[in-house]
């Protein structure tokens, strides 16, 4: 009962939140005219306003967060806590790829613009270059000075919550899918034996460590020697991949290193690029000489995070594709496709620039094709004798059934896992192709080896499909 009355509070607190927004958003517009009056002091009364405006929102998130735990806490032990962590799943996900497309998108485009500004012909003395552009139906015509405007604008947009956000819904999705369920998603007792808690502080700390790292190089000399600062950075990233998929369940370590490269793509925007602006509007507004060493470094830091894009982005869908993750060696692919992608990325970001350096296209296509090659299954051996489905069915009903039945026996999977059940010997003809490929090809099933199946096993499952998965 008291979890109602916590979540009616929340609510009524949620309400009184969101009113006083509007509240805000009319007395920031009152002031924002009266300061077109030149009345000096509004500008103070501005900032305040945006300040408490700053504060409403985080307690709106803060509270809505509060909401979610108070619901949580009262269906918890009942059958809709699958339910409400689904949805969550659902909610927090669609957030997340919608702030990434967001960010991502931003960080495209303003690499783009800064690849494709025209810089020689026509630009004003204090402009770096400009850039006539048609898009939905409009012209547009941009400029990018060279340090900063003279007086800067009152209104000046920053590009930060989309970062902010991506990573904060990124955050949550790891705890909704592997870090509450570490037992069944994060942990591979093949791989290690390891806690969830141990898991969890292991995945954290990664990101903290991998965040001190990379900032500490790009504090060197070695930032400015591109090729020598990539080839480190992608020597250290294989280190990553490595180290994640020799701790957790494969699939939980691709999705470790898209979140370690996002973490410290976030915080470049916030510990670098955001405070480097603000050093920058600052000195700008008091007059005070601009110092360049802040735009370039941000600018750096930018294209650092342009390069991860694309890495981060295949981790992001690989959870779908067993033959990535569920090749003997998934590190190697995660590095593979890594370099690839960056590569890819890299082709673009010169072809923007004018230059032609055709051949890093094909080359870094050759890379990504390697990782197909190399994750392609074996040539089969041959098979001794012909299996029958009892052998089969034996198999199945000992390795696959505690997950993939009507009803379930496993500890943590009370439905059957995409709906699959093997319950009829119907059931596990019709399904063969997607058996070889998940316990033959990748060896992805039984998920994280649970039940202990054995390589004889596999092959005779092989061998069984191969001779045409008959029902004798
Ligand atoms: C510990 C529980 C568990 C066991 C045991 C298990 N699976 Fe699964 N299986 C899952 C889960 C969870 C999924 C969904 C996630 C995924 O695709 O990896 C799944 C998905 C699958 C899929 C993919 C279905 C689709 O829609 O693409 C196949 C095929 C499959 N399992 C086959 C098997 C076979 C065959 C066995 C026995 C050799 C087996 N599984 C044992 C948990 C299990």
């Known amino acids: 009962m008291s979890g109602y009355v916590l979540l009616s509070i929340l609510f009524i607190v949620l309400v009184m939140l969101v009113i006083m927004t509007y509240y805000l958003r009319a007395v920031d517009k009152q002031e924002v005219q009266d300061e077109d009056g030149e009345d000096a002091p509004a ?72 690849n494709a500004l025209n810089r020689t012909k026509d630009v004003r003395e204090e402009l770096a ?11 547009y015509y941009l400029e990018k000075y060279k340090v900063a405007p003279k007086t800067i604008p009152k ?24 870090y509450f ?47 020598w600062f990539a080839l480190t950075g992608f020597i250290i990233c294989t280190g990553f991949a490595y180290f994640y998929c020799h701790v957790f369940s494969a699939r939980a370590a691709y999705m470790h290193f898209g979140a370690m490269l996002g973490s410290i793509m976030v915080a ?29 470094n941000a600018g750096l830091r930018s294209l650092h995070n342009n390069y991860f894009t694309l890495p981060v982005l295949f981790v992001m869908i690989s959870n779908h594709f067993p033959s990535t993750f569920g090749f003997e060696y998934p590190w190697v692919i995660l590095a593979i496709i890594s370099l690839g992608a960056a590569g890819v990325k890299h082709y673009l970001n010169i072809k923007e620039k004018g230059q032609l350096s055709v051949w890093v296209l094909p080359v870094s296509i050759l890379i990504l094709l390697s990782a197909a090659y190399i994750s392609a299954p074996q040539k089969p051996g041959e098979c001794k004798s012909v299996v029958s489905f009892a052998e089969v069915n034996a198999i199945i009903q000992q390795r696959c059934i505690s997950c993939h039945s009507a009803s379930p026996t496993d500890d943590f999977y009370t439905a059957p896992p995409n709906g699959i059940t093997y319950d009829t010997p119907d059931n596990i003809v019709k399904l063969k192709d997607k058996i070889m490929q998940r316990v033959v090809l990748t060896k992805s099933m039984p998920q994280n080896n649970k039940t202990n199946m054995t390589e004889k096993e596999r092959e005779l499952i092989r061998c069984w499909i191969d001779q045409g998965a008959s029902l004798k």
Request: hydrophobic share 55%; aromatic share 14%; charged share 15%.
């Open 155 to 178: 209104h000046l947009h920053w590009f930060k919550y989309e970062a902010y956000f991506t990573w904060l819904s990124g955050f949550c999705l790891l705890f909704v899918v592997y």
């Open 43 to 114: 500008t103070v009364k501005v900032r305040d306003v945006v300040t408490a405006q700053t504060f409403v929102y985080t307690a709106i998130v803060l509270t809505s967060v509060c909401m979610v735990v108070s619901l949580y806490l009262i269906v918890k032990g009942t059958i809709w806590e699958g339910h409400l962590m689904e949805w969550m799943n659902i909610v927090i996900r669609l957030m997340h790829i919608t702030f990434g497309i967001a960010w991502i998108g931003a960080s495209f485009y303003f690499v783009f613009l800064e």
């Open 129 to 139: 270059g400009n850039l006539w552009a048609v898009h939905g139906g409009g012209f």
């Open 268 to 296: 470049n925007v916030f510990f670098v690029i955001i405070p480097a602006q603000k050093a920058m509007v600052k000195a700008a507004a008091e007059n005070k000489p601009l110092d360049p060493k802040l735009g370039k």
């Open 181 to 227: 369920n570490a037992k069944a998603l994060l942990i591979d007792k093949n791989v290690l034996d390891i806690s969830p808690l141990a898991g969890l502080s292991i995945g954290v700390g990664s990101f903290v460590v991998a965040w001190i790292l990379y900032d500490l190089i790009c504090k060197t000399s070695l930032v400015q020697k591109g090729i």
